[in-house]
C-alpha cells in the first residue's frame, strides 16, 4: 500500500502532482489518500474523480479535516472507501466562475456558457444536497450565495444517503 497526503487547493499543479505520483505506483498496489481541501477547480476536481473511479476498489480516501466546496464533492462521488473522521468538517456552497457581465447579453459568448454551466453544476448540487437531507430553508440559504458548515456526523450522514442510492 502507498500513501499520499493531499493538502491544499485542486488545481492544476495539486492534482497533477498527485496523479503524476499515483501514477508511479505499480497497479497492483493499493493506494491511500489523506485528503484536506479547501476546495477549488471543479474541473480539477471531475479529473480526480474520474482517475480514482477508473479503478477504485485499489483507493481509500481518509478525510481529517476540511474537506470543502468541491473536495466535499469529490468525496459524495468517488466509488472508492471514504472514511470520515470525527475532526472533519466542510463547507458547502454554490460553485461560481467569474464572468464578463458586458457578455452575457451576447448567446453566443464564453461568458453565457459558461453562467449556464454554473447553473447546471449549482443545479446538481443542490439536488445531491436535497437528497442529502439538507432542509428547504438551508436549500434556499445555498440559491442566495450562502454557506452551510457540515460537521463530521452531517458529513457521514450526507455520503451514506447518496452512496446508498447510488449502488
Known amino acids: 500500500m502507498k500513501t499520499f497526503i493531499f493538502d491544499g487547493e485542486l488545481d492544476n499543479d495539486n492534482v497533477k502532482g498527485l496523479i ?32 480514482i473511479n477508473r479503478n477504485s476498489e485499489r483507493f481509500e480516501i481518509y ?10 464533492d469529490i468525496i459524495l462521488r468517488v466509488k472508492c472507501k471514504v472514511v470520515i473522521s470525527e475532526e472533519a468538517f466542510a463547507t458547502v456552497h454554490l460553485f461560481s466562475n467569474t464572468l464578463e457581465v458586458r457578455e452575457l447579453e451576447n448567446p453566443l459568448s464564453v461568458s453565457t456558457y459558461l453562467k449556464k454551466d454554473a447553473d447546471t453544476i449549482n443545479k446538481k448540487l443542490l439536488e ?15 440559491k442566495n450565495g450562502g454557506d452551510i458548515l457540515c460537521d463530521s456526523i452531517r458529513m457521514k450522514h450526507i455520503m451514506s444517503i447518496l452512496k446508498g442510492e447510488n449502488e
Open 128 to 142: 445531491r444536497m436535497r437528497l442529502g437531507g439538507f432542509t428547504k430553508d438551508e436549500l434556499k440559504l445555498l
Open 20 to 51: 503524476t505520483e499515483m501514477d508511479k505506483v505499480p497497479s497492483e498496489e493499493n493506494i491511500v489518500i489523506y485528503f484536506t481541501s479547501p476546495g477549488g477547480s471543479g474541473f480539477y476536481a471531475n479529473i480526480l474523480v474520474d482517475y
Open 63 to 72: 478525510c481529517l479535516w476540511q474537506v470543502s466546496s468541491f473536495a466535499f
